[in-house]
């Protein structure tokens, strides 16, 4: 029994070290050999035949790792990948759903669970669309096809034409990849296969690799290669120029690799001045992400940055290409609700040359349940993609495609925008914050208003958010937004409303003009009806603005005469005021004869007529200003 269990102990340990150099099918002799299989065993048994392409396999392990109940929530997550590889997507919801109990922060799960039955219109395939397995793919590998100035394709394959040299990958036991180029016909087709150069193509990995437009410069993926430390073989970007002989110069490394870590996978625009990549390193939102850089004046290329979670997730994001002519950037991510594997993707790139739009899975026959990459793309709807799915001639094959134009309208680059107004004046606001949050209540940018009041946000389409202002000395305001039954420009205002406080504030500090009366009359003036209709305005801005009116008669005439004169004289412009709408709820009426001149023309002093005018009057004051005679009056 003791030797048994040594046996059983050296044999996990030999497994586990193929496992480790990428020696998947050794790894797994040794892991189905074993008598006691437990989590471990299982789970590095499932991503073993997972890397040979052997699903059915995987799942099986899968299935017995999540019997076990020792399994992590990543775990379920893969598990739930591969049932989606074979498809079985009921059975794969359910696994997702799962993890989203497990991980509910996780972006990939979240997606699914806002849409669990997506896949039942991604593999509705366009029936505009046909794929053609090109006639060069071989037995091996095939894939990353790449646009050679305007009438060749370059791309990356294993297959093998030396009979004297036979070094294999440990991963799949296939030759190294090498660079090879085709002729592209007319009908959008691939001939006349041969190898690339000889100074590029050299003992290990070198593939696959990118252009400018005039083909005179280009970067290539190749492997850092050390038989001590295979676990630690890291892909690395070189570049090279084609020289006046024709050869191309020794690839030289970028000076933004790690070889800690990978680098790959890159895509050019045409002048070769901004590049697309791959890589692992820290800092990223999974396990590979897609980062850009830009090209000095010098020739020399800047500093990567990632591009962003509206891109890449908790998954791996690759082979990213990007179009310049429609701005859009295709790529393939297992991280995004898809038909299974890496499916391709596609974001415009908004006009501020920054952030993306909602990637959109181009679904079927573009992608299918296993993994789909390599998305090349020219704008007459011609173009190429790499591909393992089921009946093709080998491993990954080159597939060609026409007339593919639909994803156009479905990937638009939408903007939310408004402008944010005073409520009472209907001016501008500046230095308003507006900030946009998306329907889980993530924020997603904020701004601040300018002179114009204006504020805008790029969005995806046919998505609902919350957009929140506010502003100092306002009201805040709030509302939910949904986008779907707009165009790419969805148009939002806002109107703040001063708190009471400080319309109050502001009410008091105004004053209000007398208005005045002949001698021994109550009709109102002509000319003084202009300063009852701004008093009117006042009353209809402030909606809770109270008006005192009080009216005042000279000294002469009988002290009860003038009380009766006085009682007049208000109510004229209590009728006045009420007969164009003010509630008489918010008007204090009141009367005072000859009680308070606003001079010393009482009984028994001789005044002049303009003196005694100024005491035949009505005066307004706005309430509530006085905090004393408010406190008395409650």
């Not at 990353?144 to 060749?152: E, G, H």
């Not at 000095?296 to 908790?314: L, M, S, Y």
Request: a neutral charge; proline letters at 4%.
């Amino acid at each position: 029994m003791g030797v048994s269990v040594h046996a059983q102990s050296l044999r996990l340990k030999k497994a586990d070290e193929y496992f480790e150099e990428f020696s998947y099918d050794k790894a797994i002799k040794n892991y189905e050999a074993l008598a006691d299989k437990d989590a471990h065993v299982y789970r590095n048994l499932a991503k073993s035949y997972l890397m040979l392409n052997d699903t059915d396999k995987a799942e099986e392990n899968y299935a017995n790792l999540m019997s076990t109940g020792q399994y992590k929530p990543e775990d379920v997550y893969n598990y739930a990948a591969i049932l989606l590889m074979n498809k079985k997507y009921d059975q794969a919801a359910n696994w997702m759903q799962k993890y989203y109990k497990l991980k509910p922060s996780d972006r990939r799960a979240r997606l699914f669970m806002e849409d669990p039955m997506y896949y039942r219109d991604l593999i509705k395939p366009d029936p505009n669309v046909k794929l053609t397995d090109e006639e060069i793919n071989s037995k091996f590998e095939d894939f990353s096809p790449v646009y050679y100035k305007n009438d060749q394709v370059v791309f990356a394959s294993s297959r093998d034409h030396s009979f004297l040299i036979n070094r294999k990958w440990n991963g799949n036991r296939q030759p190294y990849l090498d660079l090879y180029v085709a002729d592209l016909t007319q009908g959008n087709h691939l001939t006349n296969v041969r190898k690339f150069d000889k100074h590029i193509n050299q003992k290990y990995h070198d593939a696959p690799a990118t252009f400018n437009a005039k083909g005179d410069y280009m970067v290539i993926t190749r492997n850092i290669y050390d038989k001590k430390k295979l676990q630690e073989n890291r892909l690395q970007l070189y570049d090279s120029h084609l020289q006046s002989d024709g050869h191309w110069s020794t690839p030289r490394k970028l000076h933004f690799n790690n070889e800690q870590y990978n680098y790959g996978q890159a895509s050019m625009t045409p002048d070769g001045q901004l590049m697309y990549f791959t890589s692992d390193k820290p800092g990223g939102f999974g396990g590979t992400d897609i980062y850009k850089v830009s090209r000095k004046p010098d020739g020399t290329w800047g500093d990567p940055e990632n591009v962003g979670d509206q891109i890449n997730t908790e998954g791996n994001e690759m082979f990213p290409y990007f179009d310049p002519k429609g701005g859009y950037l295709f790529y393939s991510s297992n991280g995004l609700p898809g038909l299974g594997g890496l499916d391709i993707f596609v974001s415009k790139i908004r006009k501020d040359g920054k952030t993306y739009t909602k990637p959109l899975n181009l679904g079927a026959p573009m992608n299918s349940n296993k993994d789909d990459f390599s998305f090349i793309y020219k704008e007459n709807g011609s173009g190429f993609l790499s591909s393992n799915r089921e009946g093709g001639k080998g491993d990954d094959d080159i597939y060609s495609f026409k007339t593919f134009e639909s994803f156009k309208d479905k990937v638009q680059d939408c903007y939310l925008s408004g402008t944010i107004t005073d409520k009472d004046t209907e001016l501008p606001l500046s230095d308003a914050q507006v900030v946009l949050y998306d329907n889980q209540g993530k924020t997603l940018s904020q701004a601040i208003t300018g002179k114009d009041g204006r504020y805008e946000f790029p969005i995806d389409c046919g998505s609902t958010y919350k957009v929140v202002v506010s502003r100092d000395k306002y009201n805040g305001e709030e509302a939910v937004v949904d986008t779907k039954n707009f165009g790419s420009q969805v148009i939002k205002d806002f109107a703040l409303q001063r708190p009471e406080s400080y319309l109050q504030e502001q009410l008091c500090k105004i004053q209000l003009e007398p208005i005045y009366y002949d001698l021994d009359k109550f009709y109102i003036r002509i000319g003084d009806k202009v300063k009852l209709d701004r008093i009117l305005k006042l009353m209809e801005k402030y909606p809770k603005m109270r008006l005192e009116v009080a009216s005042h008669t000279d000294a002469r005439a009988s002290k009860a005469y003038n009380i009766r004169l006085s009682k007049n004289r208000t109510q004229s412009v209590v009728d006045y005021l009420t007969s164009h709408g003010v509630s008489p709820d918010r008007i204090e009426a009141k009367w005072f004869g000859e009680q308070f001149p606003v001079n010393g023309c009482v009984d028994g002093v001789k005044c002049s007529e303009d003196e005694h005018q100024l005491n035949r009057r009505t005066e307004f004051k706005i309430l509530d200003c006085d905090q004393k005679e408010k406190a008395s009056q409650e």
